[in-house]
């Protein structure tokens, strides 16, 4: 006669699904590449602007720049969602709630989901229908669900590779778009609008720092805007020619 195998129960995971220094399940689990130690993406977040060192075994991570090491586990996240109920509609329910209590008021802010239909679909193509007219298609609609964040991008008059200065202000400083689009994403965004050659370079920086091209809003807003003491909003980018130090 086959004997059934026991059921486990959730609380039997814990161990591998709570965060070390928040205590609660693993939200957006992150895992330092050194040490392969996983925790919150908030909670390392946070715990790397005041040291370079893992919260759990104490080792160094990196001398200046410890976000570096961070890698999204994905999988992780799906196995997660899956053992605990509900969790998934709870944390999305909360995020929502988050960006909408952080929305700008209308104020001529430009929506990318109308005017601008390209940019959230965080992809070359998608980024050249910027100035199209229609309503986007599919393509268009598909962050249409993200949290949103507004944003105002500010030129800075720096000289860069060519010696002189060819990027200017644009039209419609202020843009309202997916919280998960990326810094190349707004790259290629102000490249069309600005009508530089593919061969130009920009920098985008927060706060004179410069971002790196696979950060996504959300995560400059949480590490470089909000945590910098930076209570106004929208949130400001600057962008530039890339310096050549050569």
């Known amino acids: 006669m086959a004997t059934t195998g026991r059921k486990h129960l959730v609380k039997d995971f814990n161990h591998f699904i709570t965060c070390y220094l928040c205590r609660g399940y693993l939200i957006k689990p992150t895992t330092v590449t050194e040490c392969l130690h996983t925790f919150c993406k908030s909670c390392i977040v946070q715990h790397f602007e005041e040291s370079n060192d893992c919260p ?3 080792i160094q991570v990196h001398e200046t720049n410890p976000l570096e090491m961070l890698r999204l586990d994905n999988t992780l996240e799906e196995i997660i969602f ?18 909408k209590k952080n929305q700008p008021k209308e104020n001529g802010q430009e929506n ?22 229609g309503d986007g298609g ?15 991008l500010d030129c800075l008059q720096n000289t860069g590779q060519s ?10 400083r202020f843009i309202r778009c997916s919280s998960r689009v990326t810094v190349g994403t707004i790259k290629k965004f102000l490249s069309l609008k600005l009508k530089l050659p593919s061969s130009y370079e920009l920098d985008v920086l927060c ?29 400001v980018l600057e962008y530039r020619p890339r310096i050549d130090f050569g």
Not at 82 to 99: A, I, S, T, Y
Not at 123 to 133: I, L
Not at 207 to 235: A, K, S, V
């Open 138 to 152: 599919e393509d268009g609609d598909y962050h249409r669900s993200d949290p949103q964040i507004a944003i105002c």
């Open 82 to 99: 899956k053992l605990v109920p509900g969790l998934r509609e709870k944390e999305e329910q909360q995020e929502l709630e988050f960006w």
């Open 163 to 172: 010696g002189e200065s060819t990027v200017t202000d644009l039209m419609k």
């Open 112 to 133: 990318l989901h109308g005017q601008q239909p390209g940019l959230p679909d965080c992809g070359a193509a998608g980024a050249a229908g910027a100035d199209d007219d």
């Open 56 to 58: 759990k075994c104490g």
């Open 207 to 235: 706060n004179g720092e410069i971002m790196g091209r696979d950060h996504t809003l959300e995560f400059i807003y949480m590490t470089r805007w909000r945590l910098h003491g930076e209570n106004t909003y929208p949130m």
